[in-house]
């Protein structure tokens, strides 16, 4: 998916009808400020700024990185954790997590590799947990993967941020999969507000 053809099928928080979805938007998204990245293990400042934006707002500070270049997206997270004062926790995807896992952290450049370390961490999943998936729309092996996990009978709610996927296995919640511009502006609200109101009306 191209990013004009996410802007178009995107919403802002006014189109969200789920309480949970639009309390993260509003409260999470759309406060503190912008991270600045390493792009080079795939973690655009675009990328850690949802991230981070996600981690504070559902408290999810019991991390699990796996899957391809672990070791140095958890360094780019641990530094980014420090740096912002963020207290994080990292623990091994092959032992228990005590209390709980908070949020899984997937790595990996295509459909095989993404789908196995999902499939790993999905293993001790509550619905409490938090999976997270960078740069679903990079390449259409990651896409693949990205629609294969939304089919997931266990996934209720994805979110689409078109630099970050979102996944969440809340039980006794609709599955829904959003769409959703995380960033807040005027103009771009103003002129999408636009075109959907001209395609109601035509």
């Not at 070791?71 to 004062?85: F, H, M, Q, Y």
């Not at 997937?106 to 960078?134: H, W, Y």
């Amino acid at each position: 998916m191209s990013y004009l053809t996410f802007l178009l099928k995107s919403s802002n928080a006014h189109g969200i009808h789920s309480p949970f979805v639009y309390e993260l938007v509003t409260e999470g998204f759309y406060s503190g400020k912008k991270i600045s990245g390493n792009d080079k293990n795939g973690l655009s400042s675009k990328v850690l700024t949802i991230l981070f934006k996600t981690i504070n707002h559902c408290k999810s500070f019991k991390l699990v990185v796996y899957g391809e270049n672990s070791n140095e997206v958890t360094e780019t997270i641990r530094e980014v954790g420090e740096r912002t004062k963020t207290k994080l926790w990292f623990f091994s995807p092959m032992a228990p997590v005590p209390g709980g896992l908070d949020l899984g952290f997937i790595c990996g450049s295509n459909t095989q590799s993404i789908m196995k370390a999902f499939e790993q961490l999905r293993k001790d999943v509550t619905d409490q947990n938090l999976f997270v998936l960078p740069d679903i729309h990079k390449t259409p092996e990651m896409e693949k993967a990205w629609e294969t996990i939304k089919k997931d009978p266990n996934v209720t709610i994805t979110i689409d941020t078109y630099h970050l996927g979102l996944i969440f296995f809340r039980k006794g919640q609709a599955k829904q999969d959003f769409i959703i511009r995380p960033y807040r502006s005027f103009f771009l609200d103003a002129v999408l507000g636009i075109r959907n109101l001209w395609g109601l009306l035509a």
